[in-house]
């Protein structure tokens, strides 16, 4: 695990700017069997989706809705992260952590709860 830490260190950024993502690859790399060398096998890019509690505030840019048309048009693959995904021979997962809309076609449901509600009054 020291010499993932020490190539990891040695990228050109500044130290420790990955966060929690660093910790995990150093893991990782010192799992047994996997010789500090872990082998990728099929890429995939997870979406968690939910909603941010911001809207009834009058904070947010979009409405509440827009997270479930998002998430939706991810299904179908017209995202940015989408296109994205596809040129590096990602599949694109798409999961509802929360969003507030009834359960959308191919997106996996894994809720939290339906939606977050209002931040600014707390946990519903």
């Not at 990782?28 to 890429?43: H, I, R, W």
């Not at 941010?52 to 693959?77: C, F, L, Y």
């Not at 994205?84 to 076609?105: F, R, S, T, Y």
Request: charged content about 15%; glycine content about 14%.
């Amino acid at each position: 695990m020291a010499r993932a830490q020490q190539h990891i260190d040695g990228l050109l950024k500044p130290p420790g700017s990955l966060g929690r993502l660093e910790t995990l690859a150093v893991q990782l790399a010192g799992m047994p069997g996997l010789n500090g060398t872990p082998q990728v096998g099929e890429k995939a890019v997870l979406v968690m989706c939910a909603d941010h509690g911001v809207w009834d505030e009058g904070v947010a840019v979009s409405p509440k809705i827009v997270t479930a048309i998002q998430a939706a048009n991810m299904t179908r693959g017209t995202t940015g992260v989408c296109v994205l995904a596809a040129q590096a021979g990602a599949k694109v997962h798409v999961i509802d952590v929360g969003i507030d809309a009834e359960p959308i076609p191919g997106v996996v449901d894994m809720r939290v709860a339906r939606g977050c509600g209002n931040i600014a009054v707390g946990r519903r």
